[in-house]
């Protein structure tokens, strides 16, 4: 599973070159991100990796601010292409190098919900 906060930059950790068949050098990556709530798909490139050790991992900065997503569970996939198109269209399931649970959370630097408790009009009644 992965975490990957709303509204700021974060660097999210993937396995993606054990399973990638094409030559690093000509392939793309491409994050598929399912909403368990909404039913919709968000599709985005992952781009610059940062980590050093490519063979076992890689860190990719996200930043979903343009895709306005709803925080909670999505289904993820990452999916491999040598073209520059952002579709899944015309992959196959052999292209997909990861697939999991991504949770999308609130970062520090957006309004929290707030809960206003009742005025305190009500009556309060000790069980003992």
């Known amino acids: 599973?992965?975490?990957?906060?709303?509204?700021?930059?974060?660097?999210?950790?993937?396995?993606?070159?054990?399973?990638t068949t094409f030559p690093l050098n000509q392939t793309n990556y491409i994050l598929e991100l399912y909403s368990n709530q909404l039913h919709g798909n968000t599709l985005?490139?992952?781009?610059?990796?940062?980590?050093?050790?490519?063979?076992?991992?890689?860190?990719?900065?996200?930043?979903?601010?343009?895709?306005?997503?709803?925080?909670?569970?999505?289904?993820?996939?990452?999916?491999?292409?040598?073209?520059?198109?952002?579709?899944?269209?015309g992959l196959t399931i052999n292209d997909v190098v990861e697939s999991g649970l991504a949770t999308i959370i609130s970062s520090g630097t957006t309004a929290q919900p707030v809960y206003n408790a009742p005025a305190n009009t009500q009556t309060q009644y000790v069980f003992k």
């Open 44 to 89: 985005l490139f992952l781009t610059g990796d940062t980590s050093l050790n490519i063979d076992r991992y890689n860190y990719y900065s996200i930043n979903l601010t343009p895709y306005n997503l709803v925080e909670g569970t999505y289904d993820y996939k990452v999916w491999q292409t040598t073209g520059n198109t952002l579709s899944t269209t």
């Open 1 to 19: 599973m992965i975490t990957i906060p709303n509204y700021t930059t974060s660097s999210t950790p993937f396995t993606l070159t054990e399973k």
